[in-house]
């Protein structure tokens, strides 16, 4: 028997009676004679997940708040109709506004109109990780480096061994580009024994939300009231468990001129664009109209160089009345360099934290825009997905039972061994040699030492002394 301690944050109370069922002894899993599946459960109420308080200024206008997703349990994202052994390597918009939705009781269809979830991406240093950009190619001399291409001219065997960080993007973008990493997955087990890809527990993943003032405020004051939500395809399963955490909201911000004659343009997200023919569209050429049109300058922009992915989206649109079309959007870190055509400056600040498209609220079509240096690539480092550690304090009691489960295990292996060395030495036992003879002493003192050091010497004999024995009998009857 052995304690299985879980954590109850103090925001997800048990009921009485539910805790009742719970408690003492139960059997779980698979039950036989070796295993018989017994554990005993008790709870404890440990503050372990804090939520940062969320402080609104009078007089100011908020319009969207950052958040931090912790995995507590493996979570699985697969698009409808895609293979079940992969999962997306992000939290999709769409399921963090599914999840958020229930932070608040009194929300209206009108008042999720205007809200819009990002995807939430894994983090690094506090900071979410945007997609690596298209443009890339891994440095054949360090295969932990990826190289960025813009810049046209430019002989990358002449440049192979430059480092170098700076960057064909803004210092504001490329701090969240410096680093690069790929989120950790394992293989779990549906109820229906189906095996599916899922993001591993204790990862981080980081997020935000747009929406007015009051909705902000009140998502804001939901989160902190109910931050452990369950999202994925397995969450009724109690997979996808995810603990939310407001690290900031934001103020509108005062416009500010940022004209540029020369500028990359990168999508954060797939955008989904439906030309003029009614259809999704994949052209870098429908991009720039969208630029054009957010900008408000229509035919002024040229295209320097483009580096367009595309990505097949499996999802219902619900807007269509279609049943599960596959739609081919704009994939996420496809870039362009636009340039004016009559070298005047545009002021592209309308294309910060912009996003284009259809589905926007479902995280789709999120992009971003900076001046251009004319570099050909920068290096980025690839890290270690980071792993949020929950530790969880022992009452004195739990100590002490974990203390005599742990020396209860360690005896049993020690005694399995000296059982193996009575049954090497049964056969010259048995042929009349003294068991001062045979007793292995230095053997027993090295594996007492490593499995119960405080255990006597004279009980390593008796130990030893019933083995033999046991085996005579046994062999007797």
């Not at 304690?3 to 539910?18: D, G, N, P, V, Y």
């Not at 580096?307 to 097949?312: E, L, P, T």
Request: glycine share 6%; charged share 25%.
């Amino acid at each position: 028997m052995f304690i299985l301690q879980r954590s109850f944050l103090k925001t997800a109370t048990l009921t009485e009676e539910l805790k009742n069922k719970l408690s003492g002894k139960i059997r779980i899993g698979i039950t036989t004679e070796e295993i018989s599946g017994e554990v005993e459960l008790r709870f404890s109420e440990i503050d372990t997940l804090k939520t940062e308080e969320a402080v609104f200024r009078s007089q100011a206008d908020y319009v969207s708040l950052d958040y931090s997703a912790i995995l507590l349990t493996p979570a699985c994202f697969d698009a409808p109709f895609s293979d079940k052994d992969r999962t997306y390597p992000y939290i999709p918009g769409s399921e963090i506004q599914s999840i958020v939705r229930s932070c608040i009781s009194d929300s209206t269809e009108k008042e999720w109109d205007n809200i819009i979830c990002t995807n939430a991406y894994i983090g690094f240093d506090n900071r979410r990780l945007l997609p690596v950009p298209a443009c890339i190619s891994v440095v054949k001399l360090d295969k932990s480096k990826m190289r960025y291409r813009l810049s046209k001219g430019r002989d990358p065997k002449l440049l192979e061994q430059d480092t170098e960080l700076t960057d064909c993007f803004a210092s504001d973008f490329q701090g969240n580009l410096l680093t690069y990493t790929t989120p950790e997955t394992e293989h779990i087990l549906s109820e229906n024994g189906e095996m599916y890809d899922a993001l591993t527990s204790g990862q981080v993943f980081y997020g935000r939300i747009y929406g007015n003032h009051d909705t902000i405020q009140k998502l804001t004051s939901g989160i902190s009231l109910k931050p452990l939500l369950f999202a994925g395809t397995l969450s009724k399963e109690g997979y996808g468990e995810i603990y939310l955490n407001i690290t900031g909201v934001n103020e509108s911000e005062v416009p500010v001129e940022f004209p540029v004659k020369v500028f990359d343009f990168v999508c954060i997200s797939d955008v989904l664009l439906i030309g003029d023919d009614g259809m999704p569209s994949c052209k870098a050429e429908d991009l720039l109209k969208e630029i054009e049109a957010v900008l408000n300058c229509p035919g002024k922009l040229m295209m320097e160089g483009q580096y367009i992915n595309i990505s097949k989206d499996y999802s219902v649109n619900r807007n269509w009345n279609l049943d599960n079309p596959v739609v081919r959007c704009i994939a996420k870190g496809s870039v362009i360099r636009v340039k004016t055509k009559d070298d005047e400056p545009v002021d592209i600040f309308p294309l910060r934290n912009c996003f284009l498209g259809e589905r926007t609220k479902d995280g789709y079509g999120e992009v971003m825009a900076y001046p251009a240096v004319d570099r050909y690539y920068r290096l980025a480092e690839s890290v270690s997905p980071p792993l949020y550690e929950i530790t969880y304090p022992l009452s004195p009691e739990e100590e002490t039972v974990g203390k005599t489960f742990k020396e209860s295990v360690s005896l049993a292996v020690l005694r399995s061994r000296i059982k193996a060395l009575a049954f090497a030495d049964y056969a010259e036992w048995k042929a009349g040699v003294p068991m001062e003879t045979l007793l292995p002493m230095d053997l027993l003192l090295l594996m007492r030492n490593q499995f119960a050091p405080a255990l006597s010497e004279e009980k390593l004999v008796l130990w030893y002394t019933e083995e033999l024995e046991a085996y005579d009998e046994g062999n007797s009857n």
